[in-house]
């Protein structure tokens, strides 16, 4: 069981090496140009061959998060915290996976109304769901982990929420 563990680390590697591989793709078809200015994903990931490649590696974060999502979700009910607020971090979850595959395959450059909407459901459900987990972790039963995972991942919500309260700033 303990290899259950390892999705989120899959989801994060990835997804970096993913996102990455469409930076590299953009810049070397001269897509867009960095050294003008250092482009969104979004930009990169709306031109072709690249868009193919994007929606792909959203898809598959979307299918990994959706997994991770429901595992946790269990994972707090095995723990008796079967609460109203496990359900509404399930369906938070939920949204903000679908999120992801929404802002991949639809192109900013194509229907930037969609993508966006996709974007907000991807980050700001996203960090509802981090907030409601560590919401789920403070009031778990104890456990030897319990007080640095809570700190860390309130320090993480803390910078995650003003990086988006900053990003929806700079539309």
């Known amino acids: 069981m303990w290899m259950w563990a390892l999705l989120p680390v899959t989801l994060a590697v990835f997804g970096t090496i993913g996102m990455w591989a469409v930076y590299a793709i953009a810049v070397s078809n ?3 140009n960095i050294t003008e200015e250092f482009p969104f994903i979004s930009t990169c990931g709306s031109y072709n061959p690249q868009s193919c490649l994007f929606s792909q590696i959203c898809n598959i974060c979307c299918v990994l ?3 991770i999502v429901t595992i946790r979700f269990q994972q707090i009910r095995d723990l008796g915290c079967a609460s109203n607020l496990n359900t509404v971090g399930l369906v938070l979850g ?13 192109q900013q450059s194509v229907v930037k109304v969609v993508h966006l909407l996709g974007a907000l459901l991807a980050f700001a459900l996203g960090l509802a ?3 409601v987990q560590t919401w789920l972790s403070y009031y778990s039963p104890p456990s030897h982990d319990r007080k ?5 991942r309130v320090i ?8 988006l309260i900053c990003s929806i700033l700079q539309l």
Request: hydrophobic residues 60%; neutral net charge; glycine residues 6%.
């Open 94 to 106: 939920f949204v903000s996976s679908i999120g992801i595959s929404i802002l991949g395959n639809f």
């Open 156 to 163: 993480f919500c803390s910078l995650c929420t003003c990086l």
């Open 65 to 67: 998060a959706l997994w």
């Open 148 to 152: 640095w995972v809570v700190a860390a």
């Open 129 to 131: 769901y981090f907030w």
């Open 30 to 32: 001269n897509t867009v």
